[in-house]
């Protein structure tokens, strides 16, 4: 190989390089920091509940934010009857349902909270655990609890930087997924 021919193998070699530097700077856009935006236009009295799941959702977790009517990957809807249910299109988008009944008997909070955790990527766990957030309405009337367990809350954190099982984060971001809640004790009261 001639002198000229090395030199020019070198700039390439170098070249490459300050690609792969470049790739490796850039987080992915899998692993970057989501922003999600919720809008409360249609959450009449509810929107400061919808504030304060927001500022829970933020405290526990890492990968995400969730910020006040900047957009509408998220909207919070005041309904009354029906029910209390979340509606996620993907992973941190779509359309959650307070049932003004429901709010009236369960801590209204615990159910904007456990809602808003199913957009987030959790499933239902009615096993009836109060330090469960989303045992949902399973924990009795008497449950206020508002909070995350850790595991649940890592596992939002986990579902945002990416790190999930994949199989598992396909299952968890693959199409509209509607979750219908029991929060139960209402039901003996309709005639
Ligand atoms: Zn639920």
């Known amino acids: 190989m001639t002198s000229r021919l090395k030199r020019l193998a070198v700039a390439s070699l170098a070249t490459a390089l300050a690609t792969l530097g470049i790739t490796v700077a ?3 856009p899998a692993s970057a920091a989501m922003t999600i935006c919720y809008n409360t236009s249609q959450a009449g009295s509810y929107a400061s ?10 405290n526990a977790t890492v990968n995400l934010t969730l910020s006040a009517n900047c957009g509408s990957n998220l909207r919070i809807y005041r309904i009354t009857g029906g029910g ?9 988008n779509g359309r959650v349902y307070i049932d003004t009944q429901q709010a009236a ?8 909270t456990h809602e808003i955790g199913h957009i987030l990527g959790l499933p239902d766990n009615y ?8 045992s949902g309405g399973s924990a009795g009337t008497s449950c206020t609890n508002a909070y995350p367990s850790t595991a649940e809350a890592n596992r939002v954190s986990n579902l ?3 790190t999930f099982a994949a199989t598992e984060r396909s299952a968890d971001r ?5 979750f219908r809640d029991s929060w139960p004790s209402m039901l003996t009261s309709v005639s």
């Open 26 to 28: 850039n987080p992915s």
């Open 160 to 162: 945002f930087a990416g």
């Open 174 to 178: 693959a199409g509209a997924d509607i």
């Open 49 to 58: 509940v919808a504030n304060q799941a927001a500022t829970i959702w933020n």
């Open 127 to 134: 096993n009836g655990n109060c330090a469960l957030l989303m």
């Open 84 to 92: 209390s249910y979340a509606q996620r299109t993907s992973l941190g």
């Open 105 to 112: 008997q369960y801590s209204v909070l615990r159910i904007m």
